[in-house]
C-alpha cells in the first residue's frame, strides 16, 4: 500500500522516499546504514526485513541474496513487497505474487522504484524519469521531485495520507530524517518541512558531534557562523 524510490548519490550517501494512503508510512518502512545500504519493506510490510537486510548486506551479501534470504523463510512473502539498494552496485527488488495490482518494481544501478496498489505503471514511470531528469540537484530534493511526479502520475489508487524522507549520509544517524504521518497532502508538507529543515536544521546538524569530530561545534557563535556561511553558499549555488 506504497510506492518509494531508494537512491544513492555520487558521494554515497543514500536517500528514500516514501508516500502512502496509510498511517505513518516512514516509521517502520524505511531503513539506512552509513556505508552498506538503503531498503524499504512495504505492502504487507515486515518490520523485521529491515535490521536483518542491513546486516545481511554489512556482512557481503549481494543485494538479490539478501533479497532471497528474506523472502525464502518468511510465508508471508507472497503478500510482501522489498526493494533493496547497496553502497555499490545495482539493486535488487522482490514483489509478492498476492500483492494487489497495480504493483511492480524497478532496479536500475543507482537507485530503484517499487510500488503497489497504484494506479498504474505510470507512477513508477514518472518517478523513475523524474528523478534522472533532476541530475545535479542536491539528493533530497530529486527524491521531492520524483514522488511529486509519481503522485502526479496517479500515486497510490486509494488516496493520500502519509510521507517520508531520509538521507543518510557519512555518520552513523541520518543527516535528515522527516516524516508526515497523517495529512490531506503528505508530499506537499513534506516538500514544505524539507526547505523548513533548510533555514537551521540541516546547518546546525553538520555542527553536531561525528565519526570523525567527537565533540563537534559547542561554540554557539562558531555554530551561528557555519548556519550564516550555509546559506551564503546556497545563495551562491543558486
Given at each position: ?16 522516499a ?13 531503513h ?8 524499504s ?22 543485494p ?111 543527516q ?63
Amino acid at each position: 500500500m506504497t510506492w518509494s524510490i531508494l537512491a544513492r548519490d555520487e558521494a554515497g550517501c543514500f536517500g528514500v522516499a516514501i508516500a502512502s494512503r496509510f498511517f505513518a508510512v516512514g516509521a517502520l518502512c524505511v531503513h539506512t546504514r552509513r556505508g552498506v545500504g538503503a531498503l524499504s519493506t512495504q505492502a504487507l510490510m515486515n518490520p523485521l526485513y529491515g535490521p536483518k537486510g542491513m546486516a545481511l548486506l554489512a556482512e557481503g551479501y549481494a543485494p538479490d541474496q539478501v533479497v532471497d534470504r528474506l523472502t525464502s523463510v518468511d510465508a508471508g512473502r507472497d503478500q510482501r513487497q522489498l526493494h533493496v539498494l547497496p553502497a555499490r552496485g545495482r539493486a535488487a527488488a522482490w514483489t509478492g505474487s498476492a500483492c494487489i495490482d497495480w504493483c511492480g518494481h524497478r532496479t536500475e544501478e543507482e537507485f530503484s522504484v517499487a510500488g503497489n496498489m497504484l494506479a498504474g505503471p505510470g507512477v513508477l514511470q514518472a518517478t523513475a524519469d523524474a528523478f534522472l531528469q533532476t541530475r545535479g540537484l542536491d539528493l533530497a530534493e530529486r527524491l521531492l521531485a520524483a514522488m511529486a511526479a509519481g503522485e502526479a502520475a496517479g500515486g497510490d489508487k486509494r488516496g493520500k495520507q502519509s510521507a517520508a524522507l531520509r538521507i543518510h549520509a557519512d555518520e552513523d544517524y541520518p543527516q535528515l530524517d522527516i516524516r508526515v504521518d497523517d495529512h490531506e497532502e503528505p508530499l506537499r508538507e513534506l516538500e514544505r518541512l524539507y526547505r523548513k529543515s533548510l533555514e537551521r536544521y540541516q546547518p546546525f546538524m553538520a555542527c553536531l558531534p561525528g565519526r570523525n569530530d567527537p565533540v563537534g561545534l559547542t561554540d554557539r557563535d562558531a555554530i551561528e557562523a557555519h548556519i550564516a556561511r550555509f546559506h551564503r553558499q546556497r545563495e551562491g549555488a543558486a
